[in-house]
């Protein structure tokens, strides 16, 4: 690194600490990725996509608090330290609701909890719960706390919503490194060369352009079919043109400079100009554009997991967890989909913070 860009970082770094918008968009952003990388490891519920169901305890609403019995499997199957990291441990037992249990004899009884007013006898025996070891019989029975309630389901909204991050973030670096490798691309060829290939390439900006978001999102989601990595393709695919038409603008200015007509007189080719001289030169646009896109590409995804097309279950997205909850909205528990709501508000609002303050940063004309 030169002491020209290291000056320049540094300089940049300077401007975006006295934006207290970007800086909290900024926190914000690292947190969410924190979450994202470690979020099996932090979920109450650590199963694969958090999708640890009990009925009887279903909408639930915070701060909820509900005494369980751990069931041993018969076959318990071990998974490796990097399977849980990335997809979640599997679960190796089963978990009963009781609302109170008292020994008699070799065997628990328990009154296994059905809802706030019925309760059923049931009979277990204990050699069969702690392999054996009777006096592990308390490691079998503990109180579960879900901080953000349980969802129809009676999965914990807190662990579905750590886990959903992953997904949000995913689709938005997956579909702002497509729509930035094609927008710069184009957008660079049609400011740069003009004529037939500015002709050719804004025409066909155009006419994806002349096309609605969500109707080519659909189009293209049902071509390739639902599921996780389509979403990411189908997204990036239509955020592309914005980016197109702004470094077309941008490259047609910068080339008239002279350091530009400087760099082609000294014989350097178009490729290395345009690589080396121009998009360098136009970094602030592009950081403001990724983030919006990056902003946009989370109320998409969301969208489409809303609608049935995007994130299928029992995969946690937060649009899926506001598709799934939204009839509590106006019923007894209005959290179980505001929660997530406010999520991709909060998220959104992030990354915008920050590529306005990405925006200043970067521009040598600020103080």
Known sequence: ??????????????RLK???????????????????????????DNSPYADLQTVEIQ??????????????ANNVSETNWLHHFISGK?????????????????????????????????????????GNNPAALQQNIFTKKYWLGTDKFGRDILSRLIIGT???????????????TLGIILGALAGYYRGWVDEVIMWLVNVTWSIPTLLLVFAIT?????????????????MWVSVARLIRGQVMAIKEMEYVQAARALGLKNSRIIVRHILPNILGPVMVIAASNFATAIIVEA?????????????????????????????????????????????????????????????????
């Open 222 to 238: 049902m071509a390739m079919g639902k599921g996780f990595w389509q979403i990411f393709i189908a997204v990036g695919l239509t």
């Open 90 to 130: 599997k679960n190796n037992f089963q978990l009963v609701p009781i609302k109170g249990y008292r020994v008699k004899g070799d065997s628990l009884l328990i009154n296994k909890f059905i809802d706030d007013d019925t309760s059923v006898v049931q009979y277990y025996s204990i050699n069969e719960l702690t």
């Open 18 to 44: 006295k934006n207290r918008g970007a800086l909290f968009g900024l926190v914000i952003i690292i947190l969410a990725v924190f979450i994202s990388i470690f979020g099996y490891l932090i979920a109450p």
């Open 303 to 367: 969208g489409l997991s809303f609608l049935g097309i995007g994130i299928q279950p029992p995969q946690p997205s937060w649009g899926l967890m506001i598709k799934e909850n939204y009839n509590f909205i106006i019923t007894h528990n209005p959290l179980l989909a505001l929660v997530p709501g406010f999520a991709i508000m909060l998220l959104v609002l992030a990354f915008n913070l920050l590529g306005n303050g990405l925006r200043d940063a970067v521009d040598v004309k600020e103080g």
């Open 166 to 180: 992953r997904v949000s973030l995913a689709v938005g670096l997956i579909a702002v490194l497509i729509s930035l």
């Open 59 to 72: 909408a639930k609403k915070p701060g909820y608090s509900q005494q369980f019995l751990k069931i041993p």
């Open 1 to 14: 690194m030169s002491q020209t860009e290291f000056s320049f970082k540094a300089a940049m770094w300077k």
